[in-house]
């Protein structure tokens, strides 16, 4: 899967960046699709996965090293500033707040939810 990563606009559109790097549209159609442009909940990602046809786990699971991530998921991540959203592809986080990295930005728990593909 190719993802074209997009910074976060603002500081509390990480989830809106994670779902347009997803999808492969721009943060501000997410923003339109929820009518909302801050912090977005798990219910919102969820509800924009579902209505693009993307199949996700509805089981969160906790992630300890990068080993313990599938192919594709999206991650919720307690950061020294905030909860956040990030999304992981292939071995590579694409994070809307610390850009393309090779392991987690810095964290303490680190959950996810499994992106299944066809």
């Known amino acids: 899967m190719k993802i074209n990563y997009i910074h976060e606009p ?20 997410i923003c339109e699709f929820l009518h909302n442009d801050r912090e ?28 313990d ?13 905030c909860w956040h959203w990030s999304l992981y592809v292939d071995g590579v986080f694409y994070d809307p707040e610390h850009n393309i990295l090779d392991d987690f930005p810095q964290c303490e728990r680190k959950y ?3 992106i299944y593909t066809k």
């Not at 919102?44 to 996965?49: D, I």
């Not at 199949?55 to 906790?62: D, H, I, L, V």
């Open 112 to 114: 996810f939810w499994e």
């Open 10 to 29: 603002t500081d509390l559109q990480c989830g809106q960046a994670v779902l347009a790097m997803l999808l492969g549209t721009t943060p501000e159609k």
């Open 40 to 67: 977005t909940t798990l219910r919102e990602m969820q509800l924009v996965l579902t209505a693009n046809g993307i199949a996700f786990s509805r089981e969160r699971k906790q992630a300890f090293t990068k080993a």
């Open 69 to 81: 991530l599938p192919k594709i998921a999206l991650l919720s991540l307690e950061t020294p500033r």
